[in-house]
């Protein structure tokens, strides 16, 4: 099913949301509510929910718990998956301890970084390796997903070693797009300082809507 | 000017690709390289472009020295503002350590956090106060950015500290969509688990797009 991109992310916001409910999970919510929750309009809410099929009527509402299942679903959210780190300055020391991977199905089991002396250094109980063995570890370990935090201009080569291992699902964090290394793979390009400028302008746009041009 | 969000973003990756062009800004780029670039359609890129008048004859492309300083000019991007992440815990602080923020014109001039033991023990060159503090160092220091790093059940109150205080422009990295706490504060909401889950989500579906159900 080719579902469009936009419409997973929200869907992944989605089930957060469900997540977030917890012992509530019998709650009715419409989509008018799911909307304002998400940032999101009301029928771009019924659309993303319509690629999941039968949900039940949607002038009752959704219920939550049923809602989170069809998602999961639709989406393979259940399955854990064997994940990786490569670049470990402090971005990425922060994602290779991030809490909520494990109960998200993100199984954290090897770190990588291009320093033989921050390997030594770092104090973790997850598994660290050079640079230079990506693709084995990655292969030997079976991982799934890699996360990028190295400097830019190594991002493209940490890219290439994780597909060249087997990895499918990319998170680049370094600043720079990384396209996907080969068809199959998919990359993800975050861009921490970008979500800042785009903040930034927003504020600056709407602070000069109220101000009128001299 | 309303423009609408995901113009702005796309505008600040193109901001950010003239930027990484460096020495090169005299050189030409069509809307489609651009594209390709940005993962978005060609189309997409001229729409964003015609947001900012005058760019340059689009037969011959675009110059990234006067692209770049028409985003800039567009959405005030060329302006230094003060900066303070709340919470210091991993992510936190590689947030408030981010070397990229100063060159970019965010100047990291406050760290906060509820736990004295984390302000003295931590070692960074940026001045830290407790988190109860929010509100009058962003007053007196004239923050304008607010960097939202707490747990979940935290970061409603955080933002709310951080408006109260005069911030018009938070992120939040806090697994909990925040809205603005009042009008005229934008908020923009980042996930980082959410673009693990996304990743995943888009690469499962490529491989049962390969799979007929059975």
Do not use: W
């Not at 997540?19 to 009715?28: I, K, N, P, S, T």
């Not at 309009?41 to 319509?50: F, L």
């Not at 393979?76 to 780190?85: A, H, I, K």
């Not at 990895?167 to 998919?186: D, E, L, S, T, Y």
């Amino acid at each position: 099913m080719v579902i469009p991109e936009p419409t997973i992310a929200r869907l992944c916001s989605m089930y957060r949301f469900c997540e977030d409910a917890g012992v509530d999970a019998g709650r009715q919510v419409s989509s008018a509510a799911l909307g304002r929750e998400l940032g999101a309009t009301e029928s771009s809410i019924r659309k993303d929910i319509s690629f999941l099929g039968e949900t039940g009527r949607s002038g009752a509402g959704y219920g939550l718990g049923l809602l989170k299942k069809k998602i999961a679903a639709a989406l393979g959210l259940s399955r854990r998956r064997r994940t990786c780190v490569v670049g470990l300055g402090s971005l990425g020391t922060a994602l290779l301890e991030y809490e909520r991977l494990g109960p998200a199905g993100f199984d954290m089991v090897a770190g990588f970084d291009a320093s033989i002396n921050r390997l030594e250094t770092l104090r973790t109980s997850v598994k660290l390796y050079p640079a230079y063995e990506v693709s084995d570890v990655v292969r030997r370990e079976r991982i799934e997903v890699g996360i990028i935090a190295v400097p830019a201009a190594a991002a493209r080569e940490a890219a290439d070693s994780l597909a060249a291992g087997g990895v499918q699902a990319i998170v680049n964090f370094a600043p720079v797009v990384v396209r996907p290394p080969r068809p199959g793979v998919v990359v993800r390009n975050v861009d921490m300082l970008n979500e800042l400028r785009v903040v930034a302008a927003q504020s600056f746009l709407s602070d000069s809507a109220h101000t009128p041009l001299a």
